[in-house]
């Protein structure tokens, strides 16, 4: 038996989350992005989708992003991989070589 109209509920809904997603910190997000996968968040963040779910027996908004990250890879001379690294990573780690 219904008592209120869906589209109430599930406009209700997106708005809540469009606001939760308008206030992110993004400084924040950027520096637990960084501790766990070790890289920058780029400048370009594109919303996809927002909604409520269910995490550890409590209600979470999940919000999902298209980030775009830079990756450095590097190479021996041999071809062989040596390691995945960030700018700063590099830049701390790298003598200049000469050909």
């Not at 606001?19 to 780029?42: A, C, P, R, T, Y």
């Not at 209600?59 to 298209?66: G, I, N, S």
Request: hydrophobic share 30%.
């Amino acid at each position: 038996m219904k008592i209120t109209n869906d589209e109430v509920i599930k406009t209700g809904e997106q708005e809540l989350i469009d606001s939760i997603n308008g206030e992110l910190d993004w400084e924040v997000m950027e520096d637990i992005f960084k501790k766990k996968h070790q890289l920058e968040i780029g400048e370009e963040v594109e919303y996809r989708n927002g909604d409520l779910v269910v995490y550890d027996n409590q209600v979470a908004y999940q919000l999902e992003f298209d980030v775009k990250v830079k990756l450095s890879i590097l190479v021996d001379r041999d071809g062989n991989y040596l390691s995945f690294t960030n700018d700063s990573e590099y830049t701390e780690q790298s003598k200049t070589v000469k050909k």
